[in-house]
């Protein structure tokens, strides 16, 4: 399977914190991407890194990406208490056309 | 609002009965997709729609029946349904079959089957 599955499931910080989130996947990719969900509501895109990446950046999220290891990696700068929600993040194989989505990892920002 | 509209955005329903979800994009997207969230799993993609045409069927129970009449409507019709289909249904949309250039969701459709 493609899945990517996302790492702590589960993380709770102060705001101004930074959070770190990781993805790993078992199988060549064209893209992965992140998206953040707030409770009970749609996802929302955030960042889409391609295979010839290693790294973007969009405000105050980081993305990087490491093909060896077949992981990624999402961070949130200077947290604040909107930062809360649920990151997904979504790969799309080679020769792909459907994303596969993990669990997600649900943060909490603390005020 | 993200251009990805889905209605209703609650839905309660018994096992015998018949309703329809609906998903509208006008961002011009060519594809268009259902997915089921149910707690604690991954989100589970249902099905695929490229220029109108189901391209995925990811050997959903006949219960569920999709139409899509035009590349901006999706519609996701349920009958007889059990209640381990209560979950989020999420509609998404991408601007081509390929997915590179990332994908929009609605904010998705509560059911409840009692």
């Known amino acids: 399977s493609q899945q990517g599955e996302e790492d702590p499931q589960a993380l709770s910080i102060q705001e101004g914190e930074n959070a770190t989130m990781n993805c790993s996947y078992k199988?060549?990719?064209?893209?992965l991407q992140w998206y953040r969900q707030n409770s009970g509501r749609g996802l929302v895109h955030l960042i889409l890194?391609?295979?010839?990446?290693r790294e973007k950046h969009s405000g105050r999220l980081r993305v990087t990406l490491d093909t060896s290891k077949k992981s990624s990696s999402l961070l949130i700068t200077a947290s604040r208490a909107a930062d809360t929600a649920s990151y997904f993040c979504a790969t799309l194989g080679k020769g792909s056309y459907i994303p596969t989505f993990g669990r997600g990892t649900s943060l909490i920002v603390h005020p | 609002e993200t251009g990805v509209t889905q209605t209703p955005r609650h839905l309660v329903m018994g096992m015998t009965n018949k309703k329809s979800l609906k998903c509208e994009q006008h961002?011009?997207?060519?594809?268009m997709y259902w997915y089921k969230q149910s707690a604690k799993k991954p989100l589970e993609l249902m099905f695929v729609?490229?220029?109108?045409?189901?391209?995925e069927n990811n050997s959903v129970p006949s219960r569920f029946s999709p139409e899509c009449p035009n590349s901006s409507h999706l519609f996701l019709h349920l009958h007889t349904l059990q209640p381990e289909d209560s979950a989020l249904y999420l509609c998404?949309?991408?601007?081509?079959?390929?997915?590179?250039?990332?994908?929009?969701f609605g904010s998705g459709t509560r059911l409840t089957v009692v």
């Open positions: 961002l011009g997207h060519n594809a």
């Open positions: 729609y490229n220029f109108k045409e189901q391209t």
């Open positions: 998404a949309s991408s601007q081509d079959p390929s997915g590179e250039y990332g994908y929009t």
């Open positions: 199988t060549s990719i064209n893209n």
């Open positions: 890194i391609r295979s010839n990446e």
